[in-house]
Structure formats: structure tokens, C-alpha cells
């Protein structure tokens, strides 16, 4: 079974970092596309970042320079190194697969976990 | 970045009827669109992919057709679960970008 296991949100100050984590289970992050999509408070769906399925990584204009997505394929698992954050980050956040690789839209997410950006 | 439109924003319907949901890109995107379902307080969900696959478990009163800008989700026969919200996404150029959302509300 497909699984996606978000975990580190939690509640932080202006400036401050936080690194979220993914861990897949049920098939293997190496080779597929992995992105973070965030959800602001009774808010609509937001792109942040993708991963391709070999180093290659984009970002979101609200995000670029502060946020980086990376990938460990001994564990499976996705990173969202956050960095600078702002009170317009708070928001769950969403790890999701794009299936079939680049196209084909994202065909498993994880539960969300939620980032709290205030003093 | 291509921007998506949705109408309407939200609607009501009874169950067992039929809704159509539509979804406008700014520029041509082919027929890279995706729709997804979402439930409050859950993740979202893939229903249809570029355009007009479905994804598998999905139920067929779902369906999905358009290509270049304009494109729409049609859902035959309502049910009780299916009260929920719907966003379009395209995939065919970074930014990737989502409609703002239609919600299904009971009539």
C-alpha cells in the first residue's frame, strides 16, 4: 500500500526554520517526481516545490531562496528544509507523488502537517 | 504563470443530480489538467488526469473532457459523498497552479 507520512510542522517564529519530512512507503521516492503543496487557513491549494525524478529541483516565487526540497533514497523520505519563514507560510503542508512522472497530476499525498508561522 | 479559473465558486445540487464544474486556463496548456476532490479536514484526492483519465478507484459518474483552455468536470448522479471541494491544477508549465476551488454544497 501507497503511503506518504508527513511529520515536523509545529509552531514557530517569524525568521525561524523548520525542516518537514516525508517518508514514503509502498514504493520508492527515487525515480518519481515528489513536490509539497501547502493549504493556507480556509484557503485554496499552493504549489511550493518539486523534485524530479533525478536532482532537479523548482520552487515557487513565494518561496524561492528561503525554502529547498531534497530527497534521501536510503530512507525514503522527502525533505522541505523552510528557512526565513513568514506569517504568510502558515499552512499545512502536503507531500504528494506525481504520478507517471512530469503531467499526470499527483496521484498519492500524505495527511498534511501543519506550520504555524507567529510571535 | 498560467492562472485557473474556476465556476462557480460554489453550488448547490441534490443528490442524484447532474454538476458540471468548469475550469479555465489563461493560456492553451494542452490537455495537461487535473481535478481533485477534497474533504474537509483531508488531503485531496485525484479524480481525473490530463483531462480526461480516470484515476483508478474513482468512480465513473465522474468524468472530464476540454482541452487548450477551457475544461470541465461532470459528475452524473450525485451522491451523498461527493459533497466535498473541487480544484483544477494544471501540469503543463512550472509554476504548477491550482483553480481557487468550486464547493458542492446539499441544495
Redesign the interface.
Given at each position: 500500500e501507497v503511503q506518504l507520512v508527513e511529520s515536523g510542522g509545529g509552531l514557530i517564529q517569524p525568521g525561524g526554520s523548520l525542516r518537514l519530512s516525508c517518508v514514503a512507503s509502498g514504493f520508492t521516492v527515487n525515480g518519481n517526481y515528489m513536490?509539497w503543496?501547502r493549504q493556507a487557513p480556509g484557503k485554496?491549494?499552493?504549489?511550493v516545490s518539486?523534485i524530479d525524478s533525478g536532482t532537479i529541483t523548482?520552487y515557487?516565487?513565494s518561496v524561492k531562496g528561503r525554502f529547498t526540497i531534497s530527497r534521501d533514497n536510503s530512507k525514503n523520505t522527502v525533505y522541505l528544509q523552510m528557512n526565513s519563514l513568514r506569517a504568510e507560510d502558515t499552512a499545512i503542508y502536503?507531500c504528494a507523488r506525481?504520478?507517471?512522472g512530469?503531467?499526470?497530476?499527483?496521484?498519492y499525498?500524505?495527511?498534511?502537517t501543519l506550520v504555524t508561522v507567529s510571535s | 504563470d498560467i492562472q485557473m479559473t474556476q465556476s462557480p465558486s460554489s453550488l448547490s445540487a441534490s443528490v442524484g443530480d447532474r454538476v458540471t464544474i468548469t475550469c479555465r486556463a489563461s493560456q492553451t496548456i494542452d490537455s495537461?489538467l487535473?481535478w481533485?476532490q477534497?474533504k474537509p479536514g483531508k488531503?485531496?484526492?485525484?479524480l481525473?488526469?490530463?483531462a480526461s483519465n480516470l484515476?483508478g478507484g474513482v468512480p465513473s459518474r465522474f468524468s472530464g473532457s476540454g482541452s487548450g483552455t477551457d475544461f470541465t468536470l461532470t459528475i452524473n448522479g450525485l451522491q451523498p459523498e461527493d459533497f466535498a471541494t473541487y480544484?483544477c491544477?494544471q501540469?503543463?508549465s512550472?509554476?504548477?497552479?491550482?483553480?481557487?476551488?468550486t464547493k458542492v454544497e446539499i441544495k
Open positions: 513536490a503543496v485554496g491549494l499552493e504549489w518539486l523548482y515557487a516565487d502536503y506525481e504520478g507517471g512530469s503531467g499526470d497530476g499527483f496521484d499525498w500524505g495527511q498534511g | 495537461f487535473n481533485y477534497q488531503a485531496p484526492k485525484l481525473i488526469f490530463v484515476q480544484y491544477q501540469s503543463h512550472l509554476p504548477l497552479t491550482f483553480g481557487q476551488g
